[in-house]
């Protein structure tokens, strides 16, 4: 399984944008999948994630800003971004994750740069 991030770039304060992960397979059999993020000279972290069933949760951060949503037909998994911040730069990376008892299997895409500046 190979995942491929899009959709990063340069916005303005308080604006918006959508990443979009494609996955080269189908992606119903991954429990979870999310989008972490990887400021400079900072660990990565949770953004968002959503379940196999829909259920998501979000960093505090970005609630009622960001919204992940997947779509399983079209093995793509989504992260809307609203009301941009600057702190919300950095390097976006999504992720799926696979329990043990379905076949263990954790897999990284290789990131889409997201700059929030004027």
């Known amino acids: 399984l190979q995942l491929v991030e899009s959709g990063g770039g340069l916005v303005q304060p308080g604006g918006s944008l959508r990443l979009s992960c494609a996955a080269s397979e189908n992606i119903f059999s991954f429990n979870y999948m999310g989008w972490y993020r990887q400021a400079p000279g900072k660990e990565r972290e949770l953004v968002a994630r959503i379940t196999d069933g829909g259920i998501t949760n979000y960093a505090d951060s970005v609630k009622a800003r960001f919204t992940i949503s997947r779509d399983n037909a079209k093995s793509t998994m989504y992260l809307q971004m609203g009301t941009l911040k600057p702190e919300d730069t950095a390097v976006y990376y999504c992720?799926?994750?696979?329990?043990?008892?379905?076949?263990?299997?954790?897999?990284w895409g290789q990131g889409t740069l997201v700059t929030v500046s004027s």
């Open positions: 992720n799926a994750y696979r329990s043990p008892l379905n076949g263990y299997l954790e897999v």
